[in-house]
């Protein structure tokens, strides 16, 4: 099939950003290398990173005339909490690296856009830090340590802090290889040409070494302070991972979880039907159709096209929420009227905080809410709860 071309390929910088696509551009230019391949990037051959974009933009929407458009509502609920329209912002480790305490200023964007911000274990601000700076709770992501009290002692924070709903991260029991981040030192292994060419990288970025490096200390895992003594961001980052997450969850660890957290669970990383099935007769109370973004197993399906047999499969018992390759509020309304009852987007906040901080977050929700107007009124569909597969051709 005929790939429509890239929208935003050839916009100069220099124009004002209007769409997800040029605050990828803006990134690009702010942050070091190896920040940005970090988070632009996926693992192996990075098939799946494409298919996520590429499959989502192979569907086609149906064009519907003369509906009356004139009244729109793209407000829902997860799991019993109010979103002003059906995104969200996904987990992203390290977010704290690529703008002042960015995870702060994330969640600022999300509670003034009425969404809500999902905070992960691997975030340089804490909860506690976090917490201070919004009135509405968020989310939080949890990787399951081997040392299971560090998990503990995160739950009961996490509760303190007044947050409603944990998401545990399942599709990461060991680490994607992600060559860029070999490439650059992330995945350790470096030569001292390597390093400095990593600190050549950072000088030639003085506004992002002036913001974070300088302005964002202390830049360490704040979620993990009591957990690891000094908390510091490793070198290695592959390895660190792979030495302290714990690969033998099983279902059976849901107990475990229960027994510790009585608020909502929303299982991420689910793209077989047949977890969906397991997820839904463990009592979770939603799944997140996930790939990590392209990051974990390469030559999967891509979510979009995992998301229908999944729907399908869990026949409305729990909520099927869906992320990977939304870029656009386009891309929210396929995902919708293929079953996903909202979206998490994770790249897209990565680029916008580092690209202009929170004014930047705060713009790209303004172009996915404008995005998904626009298109309900050209598809002829008023309310987002109403989509469902009649809206595509072929679906
Ligand atoms: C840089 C980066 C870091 C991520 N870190 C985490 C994480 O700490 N925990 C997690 O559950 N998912 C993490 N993810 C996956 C996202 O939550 C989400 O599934 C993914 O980004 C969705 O795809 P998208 O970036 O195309 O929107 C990360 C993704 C990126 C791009």
Same mark, same amino acid.
């Given at each position: 099939?005929?790939?429509?071309?890239?929208?935003?390929?050839?916009?100069?910088?220099?124009?004002?950003?209007?769409?997800?696509?040029?605050?990828?551009?803006?990134?690009?230019?702010?942050?070091?290398?190896?920040?940005?391949?970090?988070?632009?990037?996926?693992? /192996?051959?990075?098939?799946?990173?494409?298919?996520? *974009?590429?499959?989502?933009?192979?569907?086609?929407?149906?064009?519907?005339?003369?509906?009356?458009?004139?009244?729109?509502?793209?407000?829902?609920?997860?799991?019993?909490?109010?979103?002003?329209?059906?995104?969200?912002?996904?987990?992203?480790?390290?977010? !704290?690296?690529?703008? *002042? *305490?960015?995870?702060?200023?994330?969640?600022?964007?999300?509670?003034?856009?009425? $969404?809500? /911000?999902?905070?992960?274990?691997?975030?340089?601000?804490?909860?506690?830090?976090?917490?201070?700076?919004?009135?509405?709770? /968020?989310?939080?992501?949890?990787?399951?340590?081997?040392?299971?009290?560090?998990?503990?002692?995160?739950?009961?924070?996490?509760?303190?802090?007044?947050?409603?709903?944990?998401?545990?991260?399942?599709?990461?029991?060991?680490?994607?290889?992600?060559? *860029?981040?070999?490439?650059?030192?992330?995945?350790?292994?470096?030569?001292?040409?390597?390093?400095?060419?990593?600190?050549?990288? /950072?000088?030639?970025?003085?506004?992002?070494?002036?913001?974070?490096?300088?302005?964002?200390?202390?830049?360490?895992?704040?979620?993990?302070?009591?957990?690891?003594?000094?908390?510091?961001?490793?070198?290695?980052?592959?390895?660190?991972?792979?030495?302290?997450?714990? =690969?033998?969850?099983?279902?059976?660890?849901?107990?475990?979880?229960?027994?510790?957290?009585?608020?909502?669970?929303?299982?991420?990383?689910?793209?077989?039907?047949?977890?969906?099935? @397991?997820?839904?007769?463990?009592?979770?109370?939603?799944?997140?159709?996930?790939?990590?973004?392209?990051?974990?197993?390469?030559?999967? =399906?891509?979510?979009?096209?995992?998301?229908?047999?999944?729907?399908?499969?869990?026949?409305?018992?729990?909520?099927?929420?869906?992320?990977?390759?939304?870029?656009?509020?386009?891309?929210?309304?396929?995902?919708?009227?293929?079953?996903?009852?909202?979206?998490?987007?994770?790249?897209?906040?990565?680029?916008?905080?580092?690209?202009?901080?929170?004014? !930047?977050?705060?713009?790209?929700?303004? $172009?996915?809410?404008? @995005?998904?107007?626009?298109?309900?009124?050209?598809?002829?569909?008023?309310?987002?709860?109403?989509?469902?597969?009649?809206?595509?051709?072929?679906?």
């Amino acid at each position: 099939m005929n790939r429509m071309p890239t929208p935003h390929k050839d916009h100069s910088l220099n124009l004002a950003p209007a769409s997800v696509g040029d605050y990828r551009e803006l990134a690009r230019k702010r942050l070091p290398r190896q920040l940005f391949d970090y988070v632009d990037g996926g693992s /192996f051959g990075e098939y799946t990173l494409s298919a996520n *974009r590429d499959d989502l933009r192979d569907i086609r929407l149906r064009q519907r005339v003369l509906r009356d458009v004139s009244e729109m509502s793209l407000s829902t609920t997860v799991m019993g909490q109010e979103l002003s329209m059906p995104v969200l912002l996904a987990p992203v480790g390290f977010g !704290g690296m690529l703008a *002042r *305490r960015a995870e702060v200023q994330v969640a600022r964007a999300a509670e003034r856009a009425g $969404i809500v /911000f999902c905070e992960s274990t691997l975030s340089i601000c804490a909860i506690e830090e976090v917490a201070q700076a919004v009135q509405r709770p /968020f989310w939080f992501q949890l990787y399951v340590m081997k040392d299971r009290s560090y998990a503990e002692d995160l739950i009961s924070r996490v509760k303190a802090v007044g947050c409603t709903t944990l998401i545990l991260t399942v599709d990461l029991p060991v680490i994607g290889r992600r060559y *860029r981040d070999g490439r650059n030192g992330l995945g350790g292994g470096i030569s001292a040409i390597g390093i400095m060419k990593q600190k050549l990288d /950072f000088a030639r970025h003085p506004s992002w070494a002036r913001d974070v490096a300088l302005g964002g200390r202390p830049l360490t895992f704040g979620n993990l302070e009591r957990a690891l003594p000094d908390a510091k961001v490793p070198q290695d980052f592959q390895r660190w991972v792979d030495g302290q997450f714990d =690969p033998s969850v099983t279902w059976d660890d849901l107990e475990w979880l229960r027994s510790h957290w009585d608020g909502k669970i929303a299982l991420k990383g689910i793209l077989d039907a047949d977890d969906a099935r @397991e997820a839904a007769a463990r009592g979770v109370d939603a799944i997140i159709v996930s790939n990590h973004g392209g990051r974990q197993l390469d030559d999967v =399906p891509s979510t979009i096209r995992a998301l229908p047999a999944i729907v399908d499969a869990i026949d409305g018992r729990i909520e099927v929420l869906m992320d990977g390759g939304i870029r656009s509020g386009l891309d929210v309304v396929k995902a919708l009227s293929l079953g996903a009852r909202a979206c998490l987007v994770g790249r897209p906040w990565a680029y916008a905080v580092a690209a202009r901080g929170e004014k !930047g977050v705060d713009h790209v929700l303004r $172009i996915i809410r404008e @995005e998904i107007r626009v298109t309900l009124g050209l598809t002829g569909i008023t309310n987002v709860r109403d989509l469902n597969r009649s809206a595509l051709v072929d679906p």
